[in-house]
């Protein structure tokens, strides 16, 4: 009978014991995957396939958490061609082009194994301007032109607060154009209709000087002429000689500046709005 009962307490033991070590295996923190860091300042993403990154750095502190990590998921996509990052700052001192230039290249530029090819969206709020900044692989896409573009059409966010929005538009509109897809470029197609209406007007303009231009008489024609009218007043003309007096133009001053210089970094460009 004390066999048969230390025989139950035993057993009961061991389901409690079983039943304590499954409890607190609940509270051991899951192994983070290799591919996501996770952190929400700094590197928060590495593809294992391509080795490029993803980096959040919210340092005038634009976005919620939530926002962040819902962003980045947004970004992930864009690893596939290059590295890719997020800026915020509000120091001020800087154009808006040369720190993201400078920021690219302390974060993004040659951080990888695989080609140089990068992208970064900058909200600089001491300037008041978004920026985007390409170099490598992807800015044979992402060109000047269409960092133009894609600021145009999702500055209206910024200027709302809405930053959240205004970077994932940035970043869906990258990815759209990488995967050979087409984005809506309506300032594109505003300037052309301006292009087209003054070029009309100016060929219109050239048509009707052309059409209305009058015979000038020449010199000789014109003595002539002189001559007739004096012959009528009885008054003798006759031509000597057409003599020329050459007036020399002062020269001019002005010229336009010249281009960028040289320097270490990475060589890509891009473009921005204000809001």
């Not at 061609?81 to 509000?90: A, E, I, N, R």
């Not at 990888?112 to 390409?134: C, P, Q, V």
């Not at 984005?183 to 060929?203: E, G, R, T």
Request: one cysteine or more.
């Amino acid at each position: 009978m004390h066999d048969r009962n230390f025989g139950k307490l035993t057993g009961m033991r061991f389901v409690v014991i079983c039943l304590l070590a499954a409890f607190c295996l609940l509270f051991v923190p899951a192994s983070v995957h290799a591919e996501e860091i996770g952190e929400l300042s700094g590197t928060w993403y590495i593809n294992d396939e391509t080795g490029y990154k993803i980096e959040l750095h919210d340092d005038a502190s634009l976005l919620e958490e939530s926002e962040l990590r819902a962003l980045a998921e947004n970004m992930k996509g864009l690893t596939k061609y290059g590295s890719v990052g997020f800026f915020t700052s509000d120091t001020e001192g800087f154009r808006t082009s040369g720190l993201a230039h400078s920021l690219y290249d302390e974060y993004l530029w040659k951080q990888s194994s695989g080609a140089e090819s990068g992208t970064m969206f900058l909200i600089d709020m001491a300037n008041r301007k978004i920026y985007i900044y390409s170099n490598g692989v992807i800015y044979k896409t992402i060109t000047n032109a269409y960092a133009n573009t894609i600021t145009d059409n999702v500055y209206k966010h910024a200027t709302r607060g809405d930053y959240y929005k205004c970077a994932r538009e940035v970043f869906l509109s990258e990815q759209t154009l990488l995967e050979g897809r087409k984005i809506a470029q309506p300032m594109k197609y505003v300037s052309n209709l301006f292009l087209a209406l003054a070029l009309a007007i100016l060929i219109n303009y050239i048509l009707v000087k052309l059409f209305s231009r009058a015979k000038s008489p020449s010199d000789r024609e014109m003595l002539a002429a002189i001559a007739a009218t004096q012959r009528m007043n009885h008054v003798d003309v006759q031509f000597d000689r057409e003599t020329k007096t050459y007036s020399p133009q002062s020269s001019g001053g002005g010229g336009g500046s010249g281009g960028g210089g040289g320097g270490g970094g990475s060589s890509g460009g891009g473009g921005g709005h204000s809001f």
